[in-house]
C-alpha cells in the first residue's frame, strides 16, 4: 500500500529558510514530486527526484533519500507569495499511479 | 500554450440531480486524469487515460460515476445521482504520458450538493 506523510501546517517569517519533510512507504516507488497549490487555485509543479540527492531550482531545492523513504522540500529567502499548501507525491510503479500526501499549507508572516 | 481548461469552475446542484463537468487537455497530452480534491487533502485519483482507453478505473465509484474520452483529447465527467458526499473540487490534469512524467492541473470544478 501507499502511506505519505507531511506535516499539516508550518508558519515561518519572510526571508527565513523552510523545510518541509515528507515520508512514504510504497510498493513499489518511481518518483516523488513536489508541487505548490495556492488557495483554490490549480497544483503546479515544483520539482521531481527519481534519485537520491539535492535537486535545486532557483529559492527552491528538494531531496531525496529512498533508503530512508525520505524527502523534503527547501525553500529559502520566503516571500508572502510562498505561502500556500504544498503536495508531496510519490509515483507508484506498481499501479503506475501518483499518491499525494494531504500536504503542508506553509503561513509566511511579514 | 494554453493549460488545462475545465468547465464550469463552480456548480452547486441538489442531491440526486445529474452533473457533468468538462475538460480540455493540453495539446499533444496524450495522458488524461480526473482527481477529486477534498477540503485540506490531497487530489485522489479517479480515471487516467492513455488517448482513448481507460487504463486505470479502479478508484472511480461506477455506480454513479462515468467518464469518457471518445476522440482522445477533451473528457467529461459524469456524476449522476449526486450525494453530499461528492461536495469537492473536481481537478483534470494532462500529461505527455504516465508515470514519471510531470502532470499539468486545470483550474478544477468545485461541486457543491446541497
Known amino acids: 500500500g501507499q502511506n505519505i506523510d507531511q506535516p499539516t501546517e508550518m508558519t515561518a517569517t519572510e526571508g527565513a529558510i523552510v523545510q518541509i519533510n515528507c515520508t512514504y512507504q510504497t510498493s513499489g516507488f518511481n518518483g516523488l514530486f513536489w508541487y505548490q497549490q495556492h488557495a483554490g487555485e490549480a497544483p503546479t509543479f515544483l520539482s521531481y527526484n527519481v534519485l537520491d540527492g539535492l535537486e535545486e531550482k532557483g529559492r527552491f531545492s528538494s531531496f531525496l533519500s529512498r533508503s530512508k523513504g525520505y524527502s523534503y522540500l527547501l525553500l529559502k529567502e520566503l516571500q508572502m507569495k510562498d505561502s500556500a499548501s504544498y503536495l508531496c507525491a510519490v509515483n507508484d510503479s506498481t499501479l503506475g499511479r501518483l499518491y499525494f500526501g494531504r500536504g503542508t499549507q506553509l503561513t509566511v508572516w511579514p | 500554450e494554453a493549460g488545462v481548461v475545465q468547465s464550469p469552475r463552480y456548480k452547486i446542484i441538489e442531491k440526486k440531480q445529474p452533473v457533468a463537468f468538462w475538460c480540455n487537455p493540453i495539446?499533444?497530452?496524450?495522458?488524461l486524469y480526473w482527481y477529486l480534491q477534498n477540503l485540506g487533502q490531497g487530489p485522489e485519483l479517479l480515471i487516467r487515460?492513455?488517448?482513448?482507453?481507460?487504463?486505470?478505473d479502479s478508484q472511480l465509484p461506477k455506480d454513479r460515476f462515468s467518464a469518457e474520452r471518445l476522440k482522445g483529447v477533451d473528457s467529461t465527467l459524469k456524476i449522476q445521482p449526486a450525494e453530499l458526499g461528492d461536495s469537492a473540487v473536481y481537478l483534470c490534469?494532462?500529461?505527455?504520458?504516465?508515470?514519471?512524467?510531470?502532470?499539468?492541473f486545470g483550474p478544477g470544478t468545485r461541486l457543491t450538493v446541497t
Open positions: 487515460y492513455e488517448n482513448e482507453e481507460a487504463v486505470d
Open positions: 490534469a494532462s500529461s505527455l504520458g504516465g508515470g514519471s512524467y510531470e502532470q499539468y
Open positions: 495539446s499533444g497530452h496524450n495522458t
